[in-house]
Nanobody, 126 residues
Framework: QVQLVESGGGLVQAGGSLRLSCAAS????????MGWFRQAPGKEREFVGA????????DYGDSVKGRFTISRDNAKRTVYLQMNSLKPEDTAVYYC???????????????????WGQGTQVTVSS
């Protein structure tokens, strides 16, 4: 049974930083592309970023480029989202997602990802 468990969310002031983690089990982690998405109340789910199975390719949503960084540790079966210069508009539930993909091109559509975590709340105060 595949499980993705996010952690690291919380309350932070604008301009601050947080690092989210997503620990995976029940899958061959190194064969999976990993993605981060977020959803704020009343809004559509939004692509934050994704990283290829090897970590060699990444992509980011326009609203987070230059502020957020995705990384992974295949030995620890964990993907990370480092979030810097946080803004109140970054407030959302952040979800980790996984899909089997051994290609070098990462994807940005939520429909491309088969497995999802339960989410972790990030709140940025002004």
């Amino acid at each position: 049974q595949v499980q993705l468990v996010e952690s690291g969310g919380g309350l932070v002031q604008a301009g601050g930083s947080l690092r989210l983690s997503c620990a995976a089990s029940g899958l061959t982690f190194s064969r999976y592309e990993m993605g981060w998405f977020r959803q704020a109340p009343g809004k559509e789910r939004e692509f934050v970023g994704a990283i290829s199975w090897s970590g060699g390719s990444t992509d980011y949503g326009d609203s987070v480029k230059g502020r957020f960084t995705i990384s992974r540790d295949n030995a620890k079966r964990t993907v990370y989202l480092q979030m810097n210069s946080l803004k109140p508009e970054d407030t959302a539930v952040y979800y980790c997602a996984a899909d089997l993909n051994l290609g070098v091109v990462v994807r940005a559509a939520s429909s491309d990802f088969h497995y999802w975590g339960q989410g972790t709340q990030v709140t940025v105060s002004s």
